[in-house]
């Protein structure tokens, strides 16, 4: 059995810090800034050999204004709360107790969950001065605990493992052998189909992640930048499980300045890096701008299939010319991509986020495609017949035997006499004959030359 449990007190106590210790490695950024946090981060951990889901929440703030971030990302928080069975409420034990955390006190107590009150940055054997502060929320001893060193865990275990037994001692079978699904659920979880959303600050990137979705699950607005994490979520469509990753919106180099956004960049790059599937965001009003096409360009080179929605669709007056122009643009600007999918779509509004869907999973398919020995070399031979590679130094380059090496991206040898010498051009000429012959347009394709032998010889 798993338990469930959520992280939550005022910003910059150390939630996020806790969230990367009990899963175990470093998948929440932490900053000194506060409110780095927004949108609530869920994944599987250890405490010893208790099983967790831990939820990192974004830090309670209380706002009159409904129509505030603070108000929206509360709003979120809760919506978190409710599908945990405990409540690690963080406090930091360095400094005093303040308003803000009697207030988050009183509002966690409405839940009707077991909470734990823990006093984090207790480091060494000396308790901070404001440790015994925390007695007036009313939870009882604070458990003394360092998240960044690692301390006062088995404190934590012992608290938790006491909620399990009492979770564990309500549970009937019937709900212990959904469990059990779950569990095999999460291990199989790897051979999901991974879907990252990226794009510039305020491209709509949360927005189409809430409309896939169906809920507001993300924080969303105006305001450029609200996602500042890369927020993985479990979902399905048409019966097949997708790990959805929301990413923070990324601007041109030269723009971020802080370590706080450098972070942020390095979360989006590495979601790229782990996605099957990479849903580029465009801002209809402006698309493919230089940081768009950086961002393409980095999609292919790491060999990730590339999927343009085309969003806020829906405020483009000439539709046909507007679309043509920009199809032209990605031709000439994004050739490697070879025939990449542009979806024109309203996240607002959920307008055309089936073809997007749809186009997602056909380059999904042909991103894993196989094709046999036999087949990829009359291929080569039809094809060195009809446009020979070039005599260079008065020798004429064989190309003598073809293979495909792997897939995701599809990936193909061939051996020829002198590879250094085929020009690129003749490379790009195999590419696009690939493409046209075996159904693999709009993924990223690579062709490696190997010297001479045939190695089957």
């Known amino acids: 059995m798993t338990l469930t449990v959520a992280i939550a007190g005022k910003p910059n106590v150390g939630k996020s810090t806790l969230f990367n210790r009990l899963i175990g490695k470093k998948v929440a950024l932490v900053d000194d800034a ?88 207790c480091e060494g054997t000396h308790l901070p001065e404001h440790y015994d502060e925390a007695l007036q929320l009313g939870f009882g001893e604070p458990l003394p605990v360092s998240a960044s060193h690692g301390e006062g865990m088995i404190g934590l275990f012992e608290k938790l493992s006491e909620i399990r037994f009492e979770e564990k001692a309500e549970v009937s079978k019937k709900e212990e052998e959904t469990e059990c699904d779950n569990e095999i659920r999460n291990i199989q979880k790897d051979k999901n189909l991974i879907m990252a959303i990226i794009g510039r600050p305020n491209a709509g990137k949360s927005t189409l992640v809430n409309k896939l979705l169906g809920q507001e699950r993300q924080l969303t607005g105006e305001e450029p930048g609200l ?37 942020m960049v390095h979360e989006t790059m590495r979601a790229v890096r ?81 073809k997007l869907m749809e186009a997602a999973m056909s380059c999904f398919v042909k991103w894993n495609v196989r094709v046999s020995t036999g087949k990829l070399n009359k291929w080569l031979e039809a094809m060195t017949e009809t446009n020979p590679p070039p005599i260079v130094k008065g020798r004429r380059i064989k190309l003598r035997y073809m293979t495909q090496l792997k897939s995701r991206p599809p990936t193909f040898a061939i051996w020829a006499n002198k590879p250094e010498d085929l020009p690129e051009s003749y490379i790009r000429f195999l590419t696009r004959g690939l493409r046209s012959k075996f159904d693999i347009d709009g993924v990223p394709v690579r062709i490696l030359l190997k010297k001479n032998e045939n190695p089957y010889k």
């Open 34 to 121: 506060p409110g780095v946090t927004r949108d609530y981060k869920e994944a599987e951990g250890m405490l010893f050999n208790l099983s967790l889901r831990v939820i990192d929440t974004a830090g309670l703030e209380f706002s009159s204004d409904k129509n505030s971030i603070s108000s929206r990302v509360l709003s979120k928080t809760k919506q978190a709360l409710e599908s945990a069975d405990a409540v690690l409420f963080v406090v930091d034990a360095r400094s005093p107790l303040t308003q803000q955390d009697i207030d988050i006190a009183k509002e966690l107590r409405k839940t009707g969950l077991p909470i734990v009150l823990i006093a984090n940055k």
């Open 227 to 263: 996602t500042r994490d890369s927020v993985p979520i479990a979902w399905e469509y048409k019966g097949t499980p997708i790990r959805l990753v929301d990413t923070a919106g990324v601007r041109r180099r030269s723009r971020v300045k802080n370590d706080l956004e450098k972070m």
């Open 274 to 354: 782990l996605a099957h599937v990479v849903v580029l965001v465009l801002d209809a009003e402006s698309p493919l701008d230089k940081q768009d096409l950086t961002l393409a360009r980095h999609v292919v080179s790491e060999g990730r299939v590339l999927v343009a929605a085309l969003n806020k669709w829906d405020l483009i007056k000439n539709k046909d010319k507007t679309l043509d122009d920009i199809q032209h643009e990605v031709r000439t600007n994004l050739a490697q991509a070879g025939g990449v999918a542009l979806i024109p779509i309203s996240a607002k509004s959920g307008a055309g986020i089936g």
